[in-house]
């Protein structure tokens, strides 16, 4: 089979796209607008791009249904803040994520509407999920206008991390039980393998 990207839907690329780049991270990414309110949302279009600097990189795309249009609180409040932080999504938080998802409007305290806790944040003032066992306080480096999405690139410039997920110099991530993003359906990472 052979298909020109430019004879499909937008609809129907956005399913061959998220189905076959997968499992994709989620980056759970907690905001703060320049009136001081929160915002909470989940985004699978995620990456680290970059360890020296440590950075990470993560695609917002526009505003959908009563709000197609319009910008997502997220990108809105990047752009006036410069400053974001990432969260991680373990099993146990996959219904508060998915919560989280929905189109709330901008004066709606996202943290509250679901029902978890702010971490106080380091250096950004932004703060994080204190339900999660990590998060990476950000520093906005970039955002690149791609068509309808936005690219955020952000510089990580605090870590918090939880003791008892952290061994040995490097994280347990059986212990951590990450999802990911399976098209539209979600995965949860049960056994781990290598080839040596």
């Keep these: 089979m052979h298909l020109n990207p430019s004879s499909l839907s937008e609809s129907e690329l956005y399913k061959i796209l ?3 780049v997968s499992p994709r991270p989620i980056a759970w990414i907690s905001t703060m607008s320049q009136e001081g309110r929160f915002n909470l949302a989940p985004f699978s279009f ?4 970059s360890s020296e600097p440590p950075m990470i990189c993560f695609s917002i795309g526009p505003g959908e249904g009563e709000r197609e249009g319009t910008f997502k609180d997220t990108l809105t409040n990047i752009r006036d803040t410069h400053e974001f932080v990432f ?5 146990n938080l996959i219904q508060e994520m998915e919560q989280s998802s929905k ?3 901008p004066d709606v305290d996202e943290f509250n509407e679901i029902g978890v806790n702010q971490l106080n944040s380091t250096i950004v003032k932004p703060p994080g999920v204190k339900e999660s066992p990590i998060q990476f306080e950000c520093k906005l480096d970039k955002i690149v206008p791609l068509g309808k999405y936005h690219l955020v690139i952000g510089k990580v410039v605090h870590i918090h991390l939880k003791n008892e997920y952290y061994q040995n110099g490097k994280l347990n991530l059986i212990k951590l039980q990450p999802v990911g993003r399976l098209a539209g359906n979600y995965i949860q990472v049960k056994e781990i393998f290598n080839l040596k």
């Design 87 to 91: 969260n991680f999504v373990p099993f």
């Design 103 to 105: 189109d709330y409007l």
């Design 46 to 49: 995620f990456t680290v791009v």
């Design 18 to 20: 998220s189905g076959a």
